[in-house]
Each structure stands twice: as structure tokens, then as C-alpha cells.
């Protein structure tokens, strides 16, 4: 990692005979002259900083520098002070060593670094359908057929189905083997078959869930929720067709959710 923030540059030096250099040195027993320079609190700043990026160096003289004060680090032969590589330039020009001067040089390397690695850009939409495509593939080894379900659970399944479907071109139907996902990108609701009975888990706030039925409950109010592949603000027990209504109010507000 050094080595890479150093010869980020058309002047490269070689550093494979190079070795990592302590700045403030790794002797628990440190000399006079480092504690002075530290303070009163010495140990605390050694333990604090001692393997932070800012006190950390390359240099081929490592056996040569030691746990030496800091000014003769840097003014002896092959010292600080005569070295070539930019990581060293602030090193060199700082009178005494301390948190201060480490916590500095650290954001600086840190900055450099971030040229060196930049952050991955990345077009969200292009990764939100890539998961979507992973979602269908997966979906692909099973059918909604193959849900089990009892008669009644059916008949509410097909009573819901198609005004599920029927809320945007863009929906997405992805069974497996205990439940139906549906999805945008974002899943809005997963249906999961229960005897007699449909669990709709709803990618929706609980405190923004308008349900004027009263059968929304809070699914975080439960550790877990059986069958669900999803995690959900809002539980609705879709329990016979007179829930018709409200089960697609709330299911239109997920949608909705994930869609804005």
C-alpha cells in the first residue's frame, strides 16, 4: 500500500528492498527523549498511534534508524532528511513528532490513497437490474403453481393476483417454494399461502401505512415472520374476500413506495 501511494507517479522508485519504518519507533521503552517529545501521556499516544497509517514509512536504512530521537532520524546518513521518496516530504519537514504531526500526515496519505483507489462509481439503476435479472433466475426453477396452497388460500391468491399485476407493466411476479414476490426493483409485497389464509408482508412504514380496515399490524413487532424471504414494515391477513379491498389499498401504497 505504500509502495502504491509513493510511485503514484510517472517517477517511480523502486522500493522492493524498501522496509516499513516506524516514525515514532516500536520500543515499549521508549528513550527520554521520545517521551519528552510525546508528553506526559506518552504511552497512551505509542499505543494510540503507533500503527497508523501517518506514522508508517518506507525506507532502506531501518536497522540504521532504530528507535533513535526523532531529530537523529532524521539528520543522520541515509536519514529522513536525505531521503527520496515523497512519503517522506512531510517527515522531513516537521520539527518534533506527536499525535499532531501523525493524525496530519495520516489524512494527507488518506487523501492520496483515495487518488490512488477512488471510489467505485457505478450506475444504481444498472445494479438495482442486475439484482432483478439474479431475482428472475432464481425464480425461474419454480412456478406459482407450485406454491402450495389450500382451496380457499387459492381463491384469495386468484382473487389478488391480477390486481397486483395489473398496477404497473413494470411488475415483476417471482415465486419460490413458500411464498410469491413481488418486485419493481424493490420487492412491495411477498405473499405467503397460510391454511385458509394469505400473509401479505409489505415493504411499507407502519407509520405511514393509511389502512382504514385496522388489520395493518407492525410485522417489526415480530422476531420473524414464518415462510417470508423478505423483510417487511407491514403485516395484512388477507383472511376472505371481504379483505379484498383493503389488502389492495395497502399493496397500491407499497407499490407506490418503491415506484416514486
Known sequence: ?????????????????????????????????WRSML??????????????????????????????????????????????LRLNKFIREQPTWNATAIEQRG?????????????????????????LDEYKAMAANYSVDGVEMDEVTKKLFDAVRPHIQALGTDVVELPNDRSVVYRVFDFFVEIIPRKQRLSLLLNLDFAD???????????????FIIGAMEAGGVLYT????????????????????VTE
Open 1 to 33: 500500500m505504500l509502495d502504491r501511494i509513493e510511485n503514484h507517479s510517472k517517477e517511480r522508485i523502486d522500493t522492493s528492498n524498501f522496509s516499513i519504518e516506524h516514525v515514532m519507533p516500536q520500543n515499549e521503552d521508549l528513550r527520554p527523549e
Open 39 to 84: 508528553g506526559d501521556d506518552w504511552k497512551t499516544v505509542q499505543e494510540t498511534w503507533l500503527h497508523r497509517l501517518g506514522n508508517l514509512s518506507l525506507t532502506g536504512y531501518n536497522s540504521t534508524y532504530s528507535d533513535r530521537p526523532f531529530t537523529e532520524k532524521k539528520t543522520i546518513g541515509g536519514g529522513f532528511n536525505e531521503s527520496p
Open 209 to 223: 401505512c393509511e389502512d382504514a380496515s385496522g388489520k395493518a399490524r407492525d410485522a417489526t413487532e415480530f422476531a
Open 238 to 257: 388477507l383472511d376472505s374476500m371481504d379483505d379484498l379491498s383493503g389488502a389492495l389499498n395497502v399493496i397500491r401504497q407499497a407499490y407506490e413506495r
Open 107 to 131: 489524512k494527507l496519505l488518506a487523501a492520496k490513497a483515495l487518488e490512488v483507489w477512488p471510489a467505485l462509481v457505478v450506475d444504481a439503476l444498472a445494479v438495482k437490474q442486475r439484482e
